[in-house]
């Protein structure tokens, strides 16, 4: 099941830097996507999310994009910071399956001092 | 901040016997879920329960597990005859709407 994808399975980013991770899916009738942040040994903690009426979302240091047409989307974290360092999922759904969660691989991110 | 709570937090089971995982959602949560991600693989919805009911299960979700509401906190996932596959992280997730999910920290299954 390849609805979504996170082909990076890590990311490595100076501290201060702009992070990007980013997410292909290819069903069209997923209309919400989040991102989660997942520390080892905890589940995983809701970040930002984004409807498919939508092409933008912010929140404070992130920001979800969404591009349609090219079924991808991305986040982006500035400036970024040590705490940052954990595994990002992008998870998508759709209204007509009850809002499961498809769940992409998660990208480890790597915030280097 | 409200929290999802599952316990426990590691169980081990012999193959063949019954397990119950329990969840305690979000206390004003009307929307609750499980989800599994078996070790090195992607996270997989298994159900999802509203009004008492199921709303929606996965393929995954079989004859052996089931789920229940037994009073007006607990959330509880039940393997009836476990296998070796089904050694998991098991994670309990509730919302107040169809959107976001919130997780708890989950139970990881190890099945001997």
């Known amino acids: 099941d390849q609805q979504v994808k996170q082909n990076s399975p890590s990311l490595s980013v100076q501290e201060g830097r702009i992070s990007i991770l980013n997410c292909d899916y290819t069903n069209s009738m997923f209309d919400y996507f989040l991102w989660y942040k997942k520390y080892p040994a905890e589940g995983p903690t809701f970040l930002i999310s984004?409807?498919?009426i939508k092409d933008k979302n912010e929140d404070g240091r992130f920001t979800v994009f969404l591009n349609k047409s090219a079924k991808h989307l991305s986040l982006h974290i500035v400036p970024s910071q040590p705490g940052d360092s954990a595994v990002y999922f992008c998870?998508?759904?759709?209204?007509?399956?009850?809002?499961?969660?498809?769940w992409g691989a998660g990208t480890k991110l790597i915030i280097k001092p | 901040e409200p929290e999802v709570t599952q316990t426990p937090s590691h169980q081990v089971t012999q193959m063949g016997q019954e397990v119950i995982l329990r969840c305690v959602p979000i206390?004003?949560?009307?929307?609750f879920y499980w989800y599994r991600q078996i070790l090195g693989q992607k996270v997989e919805f298994l159900v999802s329960?509203?009004?008492?009911?199921?709303?929606?299960k996965s393929e995954i979700f079989d004859d052996q597990f089931s789920v229940e509401r037994p009073d007006g906190s607990n959330f509880t996932l039940k393997i009836r005859s476990t296998k070796l596959e089904d050694s998991a992280m098991y994670f309990c997730a509730s919302s107040d709407g169809n959107q976001p999910q919130h997780f708890g920290d989950g139970t990881r299954l190890s099945i001997l």
């Open positions: 329960f509203y009004n008492n009911e199921i709303s929606e």
């Open positions: 998870a998508a759904s759709a209204r007509n399956s009850n809002y499961q969660l498809i």
């Open positions: 206390s004003n949560h009307l929307y």
């Open positions: 984004i409807s498919s």
